[in-house]
C-alpha cells in the first residue's frame, strides 16, 4: 500500500464558489480562534491540548457561523485546528517559530475530508469529486490514481481553486534498470541542468522575465486606497502574475526532470546547500526565480517511482574543479570561466559538462562498489581531503569509472 498525491484544477459554479470562499473563512477563523485560546492558556500556566481547542470552539462556532447548519462542513474547522496542534508541535520541537494569525489572502486553503472514503472521486468519467456539503464539483483532469482518498485539501490561489488529494493505491514495483547506463546532472542558473553529453534545460527565469511588468503592478497596488474595490482588484492582478510566472518554472521543471530520468539506472547529483547559497546576496534572487531545491526534489521522488537511484557527491567533492580526463583537481575555478582547461592533461570542456562527467563516473563507481551487506559506499579521490588539496600537479587521482 503506496500513499500518491495528485493534485489539479477544481471548475466550480458560482454557487460552489461561495460556499467554498466560505468554508476558507471558517477555517481561518478556527484556526486563530486555535491561537488566542492557546495563548491564553500559555498566560495562565496551561497547555491546553488540541480537544480542549475544539471544545471552546465548538462552544461558540454557531454564533459567528450562523450558516454551518446548513451548507459548511465541521471538518473545515476541525482540521483547522488539527493543523494548529501540528504546528505547535513543531515549534515545541524547535522546527518552526510559533505560529502566527492567519489573514484574510488571495491564497486561503482548508482540508474538508473526516477520514478515508469522506471524499470520494464520481464513477462518471472521474471528472467530478464529491465533497461533504458541497456536492459534486468538475475536476479539470482525472486523477492519475484510482482508490480510496485518505486526504483532501482545497485552497486558492489567486482566481483559480485547486484540489489535493492522497490516494490509498497498490503501487506496482518499479521496473528493473540495472542493466541500464549511469548519467550525471550538473544543476545551475544560467542552465537549469547539463547532463553529461551535453544536453542542456535551459532556465526560464520567469521572475525576471515578468519584473517589469510585476513592478507597475506592484506601483499600481501601492497607489490605491486599503481594502478599496480598486485595491482588491489589483491584488488579484498580482497575484495572477505570480501565479503565471510559478506555473512557468514548474513546468520546466516537470519536463526537464521527465527527460533526464529516461533510460538511466543511476544519476549523479550534487549535494546542495539551497539554504547558506541563498545568503550570497549577488546571487539569491536568481537562486529563487531557479528554484534549484524544488527541481532537486522532483528530480528525486521522480527516480525513486522509476527505479533509479539517486548518487548525491558529497558537498566538498570537487565536481567542477576536478578534470573528467585524468583526475586532476583545481585549486580554484570562478565563476566567469566557463570553460574548464586541464593544465595537466590538456582536457577542455564546459565547466557544466565536466561537472556532469565527474557526476556521471561517481554514479557509475557506486554499482561496483557495495559491501556485503549491499550499503553503498562512496569512493574518494586519493590524497583528497575535506576542504583542503593534497595531491601535487603531477599526481593522477583515483579514475572512477575503472576503480
Not at 232 to 258: F, S
Request: glycine share 6%.
Amino acid at each position: 500500500m503506496a500513499l500518491l498525491a495528485h493534485k489539479t484544477a477544481l471548475q466550480p459554479n458560482k454557487a460552489q464558489k461561495k460556499v467554498l470562499n466560505q468554508h476558507c473563512d471558517f477555517a481561518r477563523n478556527a484556526y486563530n480562534a486555535a491561537l488566542s485560546d492557546f495563548k491564553a492558556g500559555l498566560d495562565n500556566g496551561e497547555f491546553r491540548s488540541v480537544y480542549d481547542l475544539k471544545k471552546l470552539f465548538n462552544a461558540r462556532k454557531r454564533e459567528a457561523f450562523p450558516e454551518i447548519d446548513g451548507n459548511l462542513s465541521m471538518n473545515a474547522g476541525k482540521n483547522a485546528i488539527h493543523n494548529f496542534h501540528d504546528a505547535v508541535k513543531r515549534w515545541q520541537s524547535g522546527q518552526n517559530n510559533f505560529p502566527k494569525r492567519k489573514k484574510h489572502n488571495s491564497r486561503s486553503s482548508f482540508q474538508i475530508d473526516n477520514g478515508v472514503g469522506s471524499v470520494k472521486v464520481s464513477e462518471d468519467g472521474n471528472q467530478h469529486v464529491i465533497l461533504p456539503k458541497i456536492g459534486k464539483v468538475r475536476l479539470a483532469e482525472k486523477p492519475r490514481w484510482t482508490g480510496k482518498v485518505r486526504r483532501a485539501v482545497i485552497s486558492r490561489t489567486a482566481h483559480r481553486w485547486q484540489i489535493s488529494m492522497l490516494f490509498e493505491v497498490d503501487e506496482p514495483e518499479p521496473p528493473d534498470t540495472s542493466r541500464l547506463p549511469a548519467e550525471g546532472c550538473d544543476v545551475g542558473i544560467s542552465q537549469l541542468a547539463t547532463l553529461s553529453d551535453g544536453t542542456t534545460f535551459e532556465n526560464p527565469r520567469a521572475l525576471r522575465v515578468q519584473e517589469r511588468k510585476l513592478k507597475r503592478l506592484n506601483r499600481s497596488l501601492s497607489r490605491k486606497t486599503y481594502r478599496s474595490g480598486g485595491w482588491w482588484k489589483a491584488k488579484e492582478l498580482l497575484a495572477r502574475l505570480h501565479l503565471r510566472i510559478r506555473h512557468i518554472r514548474m513546468d520546466a521543471h516537470h519536463q526537464a526532470t521527465h527527460r533526464i530520468l529516461q533510460g538511466i539506472s543511476a544519476l549523479g547529483i550534487e549535494s546542495l546547500s539551497v539554504k547558506g547559497l541563498m545568503k550570497n546576496r549577488k546571487l539569491s534572487k536568481a537562486l529563487a526565480d531557479a528554484s534549484l531545491g524544488g527541481f532537486l526534489v522532483k528530480l528525486k521522488y521522480k527516480a525513486v517511482r522509476r527505479g533509479i537511484r539517486i548518487v548525491e557527491a558529497d558537498r566538498f567533492w570537487p565536481s567542477t574543479k576536478r578534470c573528467s580526463s585524468c583526475g586532476y583537481v583545481k585549486k580554484k575555478v570562478s565563476l566567469s570561466e566557463r570553460d574548464y582547461h586541464c593544465g595537466v592533461c590538456g582536457f577542455q570542456a564546459d565547466r557544466d559538462v565536466n561537472a556532469a562527467i565527474n557526476l556521471k563516473q561517481l554514479a557509475s563507481s557506486t554499482d561496483e562498489r557495495l559491501n556485503a551487506v549491499g550499503a553503498s559506499i562512496t569512493p574518494t579521490a586519493v590524497g583528497w581531503t575535506r576542504g583542503r588539496r593534497k595531491v601535487k600537479p603531477n599526481q593522477t587521482l583515483i579514475d572512477f569509472a575503472t576503480a
